[in-house]
């Protein structure tokens, strides 16, 4: 995917104001930057409108929905690398797994997507919309203090106050009711270890989910049939244009945060990711209709998002910062690398070839050194 150019001198030259202005919102709507953004925007959204589908797709059990929602994502993950043609780049990457720890690494993470999965869809219609929900505010802060302690990454003024304005606002809870939902801290707790693994193997994250899925289909559809999931849909006639919508949906989601992912700094696609657990509290609210003191206090709420706006305007200051120093990665390069390119990978098979050349090329000098130096 290409971006357009938004620099053009013959906008001046307009020859009427309509045409001019009707010039410039074809140019900002052309932007790279508008477009990223529009992307991120409309992909968190719809990652929202799937939180939903629990409710939707009833009479199927929140189980149900979780396992018929990684049926639809595996199909749709097959349809999306087909469509890009990027099934060479997942055999290439599969192909660098060589030793046992390698694919003990790969796997083992599998069972914590599936687990998530399950919450996520489970979670709305079981009275844990907002545990979930919560546990997706607190889940970046919680990636954050792992970065700081895990990799030594260095943490910004702004970033420690929302950590130690939303550990407050947790602790008044903790304080005041006893306990934090399970829910909540199976999200917060849980994904971190899934990408501190994925982090381990570089596992590009298309490749990965693509992996995850084709590994849970057996036990999805194990509980499919033991649970009569398949019968329902196949008994409920609304449900057949209801489960290709949410592959659709899912399809469309991830195709959006790729193209996100590609035009978009990586600070400013990381905050504009904030926005997903704030549609998922107003869903949750609005029309799962579940009352916010059930999940914890206003003060925590109020506390968590006054750390998130913190956390928004941390990348906002960032990308700003980056930008003014002329550091910003390049628009046509992959922020987030879901595959390498062909040119990349490529270019790493010459770069191992020229090395491997200039090694035996220097054994065999030395090998040539030791022989003149022996004496006859």
Request: hydrophobic share 50%; charged share 10%; aromatic share 10%.
């Amino acid at each position: 995917m290409t971006a357009t150019s938004t620099d053009s001198s013959s906008a001046s030259n307009a020859s009427s104001a309509p045409d001019n202005i009707n010039f410039a919102s074809h140019n900002r709507l052309g932007n790279p930057m508008t477009r990223g953004v529009l992307a991120a925007i409309v992909s968190n959204l719809l990652f929202s409108i799937l939180f939903l589908f629990g409710v939707f797709l009833q009479p199927l059990s929140g189980t149900q929905v979780a396992g018929w929602r990684m049926i639809m994502m595996l199909l749709s993950l097959i349809a999306l690398v087909s469509v890009l043609k990027q099934w060479q780049h997942v055999w290439d990457y599969l192909r660098t797994l060589k030793s046992l720890k390698d694919w003990l690494l790969f796997i083992l993470p599998t069972p914590i997507l599936g687990g998530q999965i399950w919450l996520f869809m489970w979670g709305p219609v079981n009275g844990l919309g907002l545990d979930v929900t919560l546990g997706y505010f607190l889940y970046p802060l919680v990636m954050i203090v792992i970065g700081r302690f895990f990799y030594g990454e260095a943490m910004s003024r702004l970033q420690w106050l929302a950590t130690g304005v939303a550990a407050l606002g947790i602790l008044h809870d903790v304080l005041q009711h006893g306990s934090i939902s399970w829910a909540t801290l199976f999200v917060c707790l849980g994904y971190p270890p899934y990408y501190l693994m994925r982090r381990k193997l570089a596992v590009p994250p298309i490749t990965g989910l693509l992996s995850d899925l084709t590994l849970l289909l057996p036990v999805v559809v194990m509980v499919l049939i033991q649970t009569d999931g398949i019968g329902i849909v196949a008994e409920t006639p609304r449900l057949w244009y209801l489960l290709p919508i949410l592959g659709l949906i899912s399809t469309a989601a991830m195709a959006l945060t790729m193209t996100a992912s590609r035009y978009l700094p990586v600070s400013l696609f990381g905050t504009l990711s904030y926005l997903e657990p704030v549609f998922l509290f107003i869903f949750s609210v609005t029309i799962l209709a579940e009352i916010t003191h059930q999940s914890g206090s206003v003060v925590m709420y109020g506390m968590i998002m006054i750390a998130l706006l913190l956390m928004m305007l941390d990348g906002a200051l960032g990308y700003y910062n980056r930008k003014y120093n002329n550091q910003l990665q390049g628009y046509n390069e992959p922020q987030i690398e879901t595959f390498p390119t062909r040119r990349r990978l490529n270019k790493r098979r010459i770069e191992g070839m020229l090395n491997g050349s200039r090694f035996r090329l220097k054994r065999r000098q030395q090998s040539s050194s030791k022989k003149a130096a022996k004496p006859n």
